[in-house]
């Protein structure tokens, strides 16, 4: 194999590793936040924690980006009438980006 093609084959890989990691961490982020609005906006325990964050994490598969999340996750904290706006859920959500990129790089 000539060392084009060597190169080519390495950012391929490359790009495919950034790519997955870039997935498992979006999903990651949205299991997190699923299970912390499910925990601290709406008072849920045990199963129901789980089951919400399921929700959050599969509401993510309808468009690329954040926004069917974060539409989601407000439809729901209005329908509850908790106070919580957009602005301080996105917030969050970048937060536990980085939360969620530890936790898989430490795996």
Known sequence: MSTFNEREKAFEDKYKHDQDLQ???EVRR???LGQWVARE????E???VESYAK???ASDLDEPGIDDVVRKVMADIEA????FSEHRLRHRMDELLTEAKQQIMTE
């Open 23 to 25: 997935f498992r961490t």
């Open 55 to 57: 929700d959050v994490v």
């Open 80 to 83: 509850k009438g908790v106070d």
């Open 46 to 48: 045990g199963e129901a």
């Open 30 to 32: 949205n299991k997190l």
């Open 41 to 44: 906006l709406f008072g849920l």
